[in-house]
């Protein structure tokens, strides 16, 4: 098979509103000889060395890619020593009595009807 006819068939279809334009329908058919080149149907794949090259620039520009973000400090991480340059803005907090030590509300000899603490048991802990 060396050679293939294709056949094209168009049709065209006005519809005008304007009543002084005449145009007709009109049909053709047109065949056409298509020759096949034997030497160009070899298929080749994409030459290694093609490949070898954009793996190699594909890499360089990743390489590039992440030292403009090093120099750019996208890397370096916020420690919470560099959050406050100062102590003056660091808050202190000091050591509270807990709730317990306290007796307040939420404690176990808490009655919340009056409002006091009842007295509880020493702990087996704080007995000596």
Known sequence: MKSLEVIVRANITVKSSIKN???????????????????????EGVPWWVI????LAGLLVLALLVLLLWKCGFFRRNSPSSSF?????????????????????????????????????PCPSTTQ
């Open 85 to 121: 340059p100062t102590n003056y803005h660091r808050a202190h907090l000091a050591v509270q009595p807990s709730a317990m030590e306290a007796g307040g509300p939420g404690t176990v000899g808490w009655d919340s009807s009056s409002g006091r603490s009842t007295p509880r048991p």
């Open 52 to 55: 070898l090259l954009a793996v």
């Open 21 to 43: 334009l005449l145009l007709r329908d009109a049909s053709t058919v047109i065949p056409v000889m298509v020759y096949l080149d034997p030497m160009a149907v070899v298929v």
